[in-house]
């Protein structure tokens, strides 16, 4: 009995247009080969967000997606999460200054769970019961923010950075946040 040559293999592959989800954009942003339809469902796919978004600020940013739906030679993929690179994260924080990291489990307004990682640099060094104060503060903005609104509109909120400067705005009365960054968000 013959083995199938590696060659024939790739050839008898189909390649599937991939479409992120609604809220990130409708064009495809990729393709992907399988043999059938089964081998795909379940597959998770990274790719850059800056692939999805064609804004340059973003190129940072890494986009997790699941797919979840397969018809015709159309992929249909779900959000699994949205992370920033770590030679990105690692260049935010500088000598003299201090990092705070949250982490929020959090539900928006229809009850979808996801949890939020965030990072906040403060302009200069800051001592433990600051760093404590600016975390509760962001906190609380977190818990307001996600249970009035829906992911989608918390999501869009964070790519243009209005959630950001909001947050800065109300830690500015405890130190100087210099800036905050999404770190990960996961559905």
């Given at each position: 009995?013959?083995?199938?040559?590696?060659?024939?293999?790739?050839?008898?592959?189909?390649?599937?247009?991939?479409?992120?989800?609604?809220?990130?954009?409708?064009?495809?942003i990729g393709e992907i080969?399988a043999n059938?339809e089964?081998a795909i469902m379940d597959r998770?796919?990274k790719v850059?967000?800056s692939?999805?978004t064609h804004?340059?600020?973003?190129s940072f940013?890494?986009?997790?997606?699941?797919?979840?739906?397969?018809?015709g030679?159309?992929?249909n993929?779900?959000?699994?999460?949205?992370?920033q690179?770590?030679?990105y994260i690692?260049s935010?924080?500088?000598?003299?200054?201090s990092?705070?990291?949250?982490?929020?489990?959090?539900?928006?307004?229809?009850?979808?769970?996801f949890?939020?990682k965030l990072?906040?640099?403060?302009?200069?060094?800051?001592?433990?019961?600051?760093?404590?104060a600016?975390?509760k503060?962001?906190?609380k903005?977190t818990?307001?923010?996600?249970a009035?609104?829906t992911?989608?509109?918390?999501?869009n909120?964070?790519?243009?950075?209005s959630?950001?400067?909001?947050?800065?705005?109300?830690t500015l009365?405890?130190a100087r946040?210099?800036k905050l960054?999404l770190?990960?968000?996961e559905v």
């Open positions: 009995m013959a083995t199938q040559k590696s060659s024939e293999k790739w050839k008898s592959k189909v390649w599937f247009n991939v479409y992120p989800p609604k809220l990130l954009g409708e064009s495809a080969p059938d089964k998770r796919i850059s967000m692939w999805i804004r340059p600020e973003h940013m890494l986009v997790g997606l699941r797919v979840n739906n397969v018809s030679n159309s992929v993929t779900d959000l699994d999460y949205i992370e690179t770590f030679s690692h935010l924080v500088r000598r003299h200054s990092a705070i990291y949250t982490v929020d489990k959090l539900k928006d307004k229809n009850g979808r769970g949890v939020l990072i906040a640099v403060t302009a200069s060094k800051i001592r433990t019961p600051k760093k404590t600016i975390r503060e962001i906190g903005f818990n307001e923010f996600s009035a609104h992911f989608d509109e918390l999501l909120a964070m790519l243009d950075g959630f950001q400067s909001e947050i800065i705005r109300r009365n405890i946040v210099s960054e770190k990960r968000i």
